[in-house]
């Protein structure tokens, strides 16, 4: 096991935790939003259209996130985000809730959208303030937080409905709380030679984005991210057609945000002896066998599964997305590449949860997940391949000196 540093440890526990209270945001949204907008919205297809707002926050806000914090750097760039989207976010959903409006409720989504974009560089911060060894560990450790949350989302979802007079808007009043106890946390984080990333050569974007190995993490990323994403918003809304309370698809949402996150105490590991395309190749089977749990029936077994298995998938892909995309750029590169990393992962994300409730009403929970089929199947070819080529090059022999 790579030995961290005090400061390093310190620093992955401030993201840690900061982490888990962004998700626990990110999973109420997911849990309760799509039940709230259905009963503020006149239009069943409109559901689910305040999550798609919070991912639509966080398309809009990917890039410039990562473009103030190369500027400013990462702590005063989290700080932004946590009290503007998260603490902002929260206000504005409680007060759609209170007068009823479906707009004002989405706007509201929409900040905490805001929240989550700038949120997302946490595991590159662990990453900018981790040694070469420990950058993978780092990641996962980081994104591990969201253990707590699985437990503490769901749970806000579900019992906090009533914590206000006001029904459905406790649980977005709790979120403000929450959100001002991450700024006081994020006081305390130390990224050390932030400078760097403000100096030194940086190649044409289209030069980096060209390499195989950007072009697998990005695409890897963005298909684990928006099958799940989509899924997982359309779980809760299939799991109430198909007879269930709110009660019941808060367990199956707590099981799938484990799922997502308890691989991550072990994910960083792998990667580290097996290797990026095999752990990116066993994401991709995973979230096969998960569409063929869905497709196989609709039981409080079959969801669990389901669900299970989509959150392991995704950790897989997006922990060794993320962590190989670390790997191909220098520093002062890194704003543009990590940026445009968000920017093309949360726009299908965006995309996905747009969809949700649309093909849910239109296509029905078997085919909704039935269509994701070739997307798993591309994410994994396009890993092979690129194995592949790697792999050729490699044992590719040295060329013969002429000696003519």
Not at 10 to 31: C, E, K, R
Not at 84 to 108: D, I, P, R, T
Not at 158 to 167: E, M, P, Q, Y
Not at 333 to 352: D, S, W, Y
């Amino acid at each position: 096991m790579t030995t961290a540093t005090t400061r390093e440890r310190v620093n992955v526990a401030i993201l840690a935790a900061n982490q888990a209270l962004f998700l626990i945001a990110a999973i109420t949204v997911m849990t309760l939003s799509g039940l709230v907008g259905q009963r503020l919205s006149p239009n069943p297809a409109l559901a689910t259209l305040p999550v798609a707002m919070m991912m639509i926050g966080v398309v809009i806000a990917a890039l410039p996130a990562s473009l103030l914090m190369k500027r400013v750097g990462r702590r005063t760039g989290f700080l932004v985000g946590v009290l503007l989207g998260g603490a902002g976010g929260g206000v504005v959903s409680v007060l759609g809730v209170a007068v009823g409006s479906f707009w004002l409720f989405a706007a509201g989504n929409l900040l905490l959208g805001v929240y989550q974009a700038f949120a997302n560089y946490h595991r590159f911060a662990a990453a900018d303030a981790a040694s070469p060894a420990f950058q993978n560990q780092a990641i996962s450790l980081v994104l591990a937080g969201g253990v707590a949350a699985a437990f503490l989302g769901p749970l806000n979802a579900s019992r906090a409905t009533d914590l206000l007079a006001i029904t459905d808007a406790g649980p977005y009043a709790v979120l403000v709380a929450l959100a001002v106890l991450g700024a006081g946390l994020h006081l305390g984080l130390r990224i050390p030679n932030e400078h760097e990333a403000r100096t030194g050569y940086q190649r044409p974007l289209r030069e980096i984005v060209a390499q195989p190995a950007v072009v697998v993490a990005m695409l890897t990323a963005t298909v684990g991210y928006a099958i799940m994403i989509l899924v997982m918003t359309a779980t809760p809304l299939a799991m109430q057609r198909s007879g269930f309370g709110l009660a019941q698809a808060a367990t199956v949402m707590q099981w799938h945000v484990l799922g997502m996150f308890v691989p991550s105490f072990v994910t960083g590991h792998l990667i580290a002896r097996f290797g990026h395309a095999r752990i990116l190749l066993a994401g991709a089977g995973v979230l096969a066998g998960s569409i063929a749990a869905a497709v196989a029936g609709e039981t409080m077994a079959h969801y669990l599964l389901a669900l299970i298995l989509l959150g392991i998938g995704w950790n897989l892909l997006f922990v060794g997305g993320s962590a190989l995309l670390a790997t191909t750029h220098t520093p002062a590169e890194r704003g543009k590449v990590q940026g445009l990393n968000e920017l093309v992962i949360f726009t299908a994300v965006a995309i996905g949860s747009l969809l949700a409730g649309v093909l849910l009403h239109t296509a029905g929970w078997a085919w909704l997940n039935l269509l994701l089929l070739p997307f798993v199947a591309l994410a994994a070819a396009a890993t092979w391949w690129w194995r592949s080529q790697t792999r050729a090059i490699r044992e590719a022999p040295d060329p013969v000196p002429d000696r003519t």
